[in-house]
């Protein structure tokens, strides 16, 4: 199993909310990523972090902000929370090195209101 | 557009059927690898191909790859119940992002 943990798992809150989901790795990962997932469909990647203090957008336009002060840590948050926001949203992390796997968490279902 | 495409888009058959799902991708790649999702879940890494190799095997999935095709398979034999998921396909085109997903393909085992 994967050391990797996101936490809240299911988060409900009203528009305009500011939220943080958290995301932990302890494999010392160097390049940690965000994936943004609506049911059954395909993954996208919104940011991701090759080390501590890099972060980069992915190729979905996304409103979150993330940052990468540990190696262990990087966390998303959304400033303000819209419906459109709702979905499900994967933490994985890995080595640059290697590029050949990739632990995921189990993931933050977020629903706004 | 999408690096991945993956065919089916959902599969349902019997316990202790094979099961075959397909991927194409369009550039060249490093490696593909096949992931399983469970519902409501992340994605768990289940096998890696890399550009010089043509089949693969790990216990009951069997992993080709045709470079000139731009495509590849999972074969999934024997099937379980358990092997209910949806299965992704990744290629790594040594791009800065890396990991490009495919869509998926929903599989489902009938007991």
């Known amino acids: 199993e994967a050391d990797i943990y996101q936490t809240p798992r299911y988060l409900v809150i009203g528009t305009g909310k500011k939220i943080t989901l958290e995301c932990s790795q302890t494999m010392g990962h160097d390049k940690m990523y965000w994936y943004q997932q609506d049911p059954g469909m395909e993954l996208h990647l919104i940011h991701y972090s090759y080390g501590v203090n890099s972060t980069e957008k992915g190729d979905l336009s996304s409103e979150s902000t993330v940052s990468r002060i540990r190696t262990e840590h990087f966390p998303l948050t959304l400033e303000s929370a819209r419906p459109s926001h709702t979905s499900q949203y994967l933490c994985?992390?890995?080595?640059?090195?290697?590029?050949?796997?990739?632990?995921f968490g189990s993931g933050t279902q977020l629903s706004v209101l | 557009s999408q690096q991945g495409e993956e065919d089916p888009q959902a599969l349902s058959i019997q316990e202790g059927e094979n099961a075959t799902m397909n991927c194409s991708y369009k550039?060249?790649?490093?490696?593909l690898q096949w992931y399983r999702q469970n519902s409501g879940r992340g994605l768990v890494h289940l096998i890696l191909?890399?550009?010089?190799?043509r089949e693969k095997h790990s216990g009951r999935l069997r992993v080709t790859l045709d470079t000139s095709k731009k495509s590849s398979s999972l074969l999934i034999t024997a099937s379980r119940a358990a092997d209910t998921a949806s299965y992704f396909c990744?290629?790594?085109?040594?791009?800065?992002?890396?990991?490009?997903f495919g869509q998926g393909t929903r599989l489902t085992i009938n007991p």
């Open positions: 994985a992390s890995g080595w640059s090195a290697t590029n050949e796997k990739l632990f």
């Open positions: 191909i890399r550009s010089n190799e």
């Open positions: 550039t060249s790649i490093n490696n």
């Open positions: 990744a290629t790594d085109t040594g791009g800065a992002q890396k990991l490009v």
